[in-house]
């Protein structure tokens, strides 16, 4: 099993930053990338960003190109997102998750976080 703990969400006005953090514990090992998905109210979840532990590839969807950082300290188990320029249509929860193979495909996420509310003020 592997436990993801979100946390860093919040209010935020349009064109400010955020930075969401996501500590992982438990089987880390068996993890092969991470990635940082949203869900707005009424839309279907989305992969945003990801990672793979090894390597450090990584992926982005079009909509967060140029404004989003996906981001790894090893050492301490931790994936980030930093989020710049944000806008109104970045307001969603978004949730950490973990992949035991790939890293673009939802269905390969096996374990995931609570979610933490992005909210962008206009």
């Known amino acids: 099993q592997v436990q993801l703990v979100e946390s860093g969400g919040g209010l935020v006005q349009v064109g400010g930053s955020l930075r969401l953090s996501c500590a992982a514990s438990g089987r880390t090992f068996s993890s092969q990338a991470m990635g940082w998905f949203r869900q707005a109210p009424g839309k279907e979840r989305e992969l945003v960003a990801a990672m793979r532990w090894t390597g450090g590839s990584t992926y982005y969807a079009d909509s967060v190109k140029g404004r989003f950082t996906v981001s790894r300290d090893n050492a301490k188990n931790t994936l980030y997102l930093q989020m710049d320029s944000l806008k109104p249509e970045d307001t969603a929860v978004y949730y950490c998750?973990?992949?035991?193979?790939?890293?673009?495909?939802?269905?390969?996420?096996?374990?995931w976080g609570q979610g933490t509310q992005v909210t962008v003020s206009s």
């Open positions: 998750a973990a992949s035991a193979s790939g890293m673009v495909m939802e269905e390969n996420y096996a374990y």
